[in-house]
């Protein structure tokens, strides 16, 4: 199962957010990305290949916005989205992404691993179903 990860390149807490996905998904099945527009590319290919799971970071409400608005793109995506603070507006915006998991961007993300980990096991028919 591949994976797609989109940040801003100019994040400090999305480089640490990559190293923490990169901890459980191997290199060579993450696909990363920078810019919106490249995202929105990748997910228009032809979706026979399509990841399974999406990690989304969104710095600020631009991103969120941005993401918002191209949300129909992201199909039955297992979606793990990081908001910047938990400001009630964002969360209610965030949580029309329908994502899996929630979190922010203060965290040190090992919740972020736990729930990537456990999706990987899903996918992968390993898990222990509890």
Known sequence: MNALYYRSPHAEVGLRLRKAVESVMPVEKLEVFHALEDLCQRLR??????????????????????????????????????????EEEMVSKGHALYPRYLTYAYSDFRDVRAVLGRMLEQAHGTGTGG
């Open 45 to 86: 290919r032809a979706p026979v290949y399509l990841p399974g799971i999406a990690v989304l970071f969104a710095e600020n409400q631009d991103d969120l916005l941005g993401l918002l608005h191209v949300r129909h793109l992201f199909g039955d995506l297992r979606i793990i989205l990081i908001l910047p603070d938990p």
